[in-house]
Nanobody, 112 residues
């Protein structure tokens, strides 16, 4: 199996920060494009951030300037640094890497 395991979520107050991690079960060095999604309760899964295009990292307008996607191929890990969190950022966060199964996600809850 080719698995992804997300971690780093939790409960944080508005204005706080969290760093999410996504560890892959095998090397991701040859995979250019990786993404982070989120799904709030009762809503569709939405793309939050992606890296791998020639233009560099891209972000949803709602998180631009607050979230940063990065990767460490040696650790088979993709990160999502989230700053200045807002209650509307509350969701389950998933990473997506082509050829890997979706992970279970990590819950982020931001209190007002």
């Amino acid at each position: 199996q080719v698995q992804l395991v997300e971690s780093g979520g939790g409960l944080v107050q508005a204005g706080g920060s969290l760093r999410l991690s996504c560890v892959a079960s095998r090397s991701i060095s040859s995979i250019r494009h990786v993404e982070w999604y989120r799904q709030a309760s009762g809503k569709q899964r939405e793309l939050v951030a992606q890296v791998g295009s020639p233009e560099g990292p891209e972000y949803a307008d709602s998180v631009k300037g607050r979230f940063t996607i990065s990767r460490d191929n040696a650790k088979r890990t993709v990160y999502l640094q989230m700053n200045s969190l807002k209650p509307e950022d509350s969701a389950v966060y998933y990473c997506y890497i082509p050829s890997f199964d979706w992970g279970r996600g990590t819950q982020v809850t931001v209190s007002s």
